[in-house]
């Protein structure tokens, strides 16, 4: 697919044809453009003028940009990613990027720049605490799994957007790189040589491969809600209210994912996010905040679940959906949240695109911190069925992570 990519020479001019970018920064008064794309898969550029207005443009490119053209890969992510910020952002803006321009033509997404925001991982890398944004993102997903869902949009609205969503490409990036080549390497893997054994143990667990089937079946069919569908700590935009620490706030972006599946993926991934940044954080020693890390996963919880009781008068239906139903649905929703973070963790250790909580430990630590990460999915995935209390997660992940540390 031929289509011109933006770059930092041609930017001025590409937001002076569009009104949508030209009434918020003036083209003939930039005074930066800056290339910030950290990410795997896109170009991102921040331009600012002497005004002090500035606008992110996030293109996509036709291939992954992790590996390069040898993978290519749909553009027309864009046009998911636009629709899934302009319909989360329609059931609480406080909580996602605004989008102001989608280009149909070029893949080009306008949108708000977070100039004071940074992406959490870095900050919880860091040792920042960031208070309050684990339960904003219960939130942000509490709101869209009612909005999107039959619980909160009109059945026959629902069913022409869960359509609209189709998002086949990059479900299988997930389907391949999360459920399946963790136990199926085509090449892709990787890990320390000291942690070979402990990949090999993971790839063969009977017992885990079974729940990792389980856990993708769900993926391809539960399509429950307008998830994010890539829900970790670098899609997550984070400010300080006041100050660096204390009250913060909090943007979900990068939802070039999004699609309709089940609402557990995207509070699963939370969790194994905050599970990855405390092996890093018990592999340095740093327990207070291993600890605190811990601590998000029932804050995350909690914020998703105050949401969805309080969005649950309003449901559409209530004939045959009762308070039962919703009891059930939370049931359900944590089981599915505890496997997936299974399956979102072990990922980050083995697969391609790991994270840099664990990858940028220096070897002789991260050896401790990738077998722990590695045994806690295991042993998550094997206590399912005599617990799913949050609790039992944090101390089961707490003893796991400092029983494997090295040094
Ligand atoms: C090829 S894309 C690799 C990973 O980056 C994204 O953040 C998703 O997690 C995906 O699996
Ligand atoms: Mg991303």
């Known amino acids: 697919m031929e289509y011109e990519f933006l770059s930092a020479e041609s930017v001025a001019d590409y937001i002076r044809s569009k009104p949508e970018l030209s009434s918020r920064v003036n083209a003939d008064r930039i005074t930066s453009v800056q290339e910030v794309g950290d990410g795997n898969l896109n170009l991102v550029f921040i331009v600012a003028d002497n005004l002090g207005s500035s606008v992110v443009l996030k293109q996509a490119l036709p291939y992954v940009r992790l590996v390069g053209p040898d993978w290519p890969m749909t553009p027309f992510r864009a046009q998911k990613e636009a629709e899934a910020l302009r319909i989360h952002g329609s059931f609480n803006q406080s909580l996602v990027p605004e989008v102001f321009l989608y280009d149909s033509d070029r893949f080009v997404i306008g ?23 684990a339960s904003q993102m219960g939130e942000y997903v509490g709101e869209l799994a ?45 890990v320390l040589k000291e942690n070979e054994k402990d990949a090999q143990e993971h790839a063969n667990d009977v017992d885990m491969i079974r729940a990792m089937g389980e856990a993708k079946w769900k993926f391809m069919t ?52 905050y599970t990855l940044n405390a092996a890093r954080s018990v592999a340095l020693g740093n327990d207070d905040y291993a600890d605190w890390a811990l601590s998000l996963i029932n804050e995350t919880w909690v914020g998703f679940e105050k949401t969805i009781r309080s969005r649950y008068d309003n449901r559409l239906d209530k004939r045959v959906w009762r308070e039962g139903m919703l009891e059930d649905r939370l049931s359900q929703w944590k089981l599915d949240a505890w496997l997936f973070s299974a399956a979102k963790m072990s990922r980050r250790i083995v697969g391609l695109a790991k994270v840099a909580d664990v990858e940028q430990l ?17 042993t998550l995935v094997a206590r399912m069925s005599d617990t799913t209390s949050i609790e ?16």
Request: glycine share 10%; aromatic share 8%.
């Open 146 to 190: 009612f909005g999107t869902s039959v619980l909160g949009m009109d059945a026959e609205k629902q069913k022409r957007l869960m359509a609209d969503s189709i998002n086949p490409e990059l479900c299988k990036i997930t389907e391949d790189l999360v459920f399946t080549e963790p136990h199926n390497d085509i090449g892709r893997n990787s």
């Open 362 to 378: 220096e070897p002789s630590i991260r050896i401790g911190a990738a077998r722990g990460t590695l045994n806690l999915a295991r």
């Open 222 to 273: 539960s399509a429950e809600a307008l998830i994010h569908g890539d829900l970790h700590t670098g899609s997550v935009m984070v400010a300080a209210n006041n100050g660096i620490e204390g009250p913060s706030v909090s943007k979900a972006f990068d939802s070039e994912f999004a699609f309709y599946g089940p609402v557990g993926f995207d509070l699963g991934a939370l969790w194994a996010n």
């Open 111 to 133: 949108m708000e720049n977070l100039s004071n925001y940074r992406v959490w991982r870095g900050a919880m890398i860091e040792g920042l605490r960031h208070e309050c944004v």
């Open 392 to 407: 039992s997660y944090m101390a089961i992940a707490h003893e796991t992570l400092h029983r494997y540390k090295t040094v």
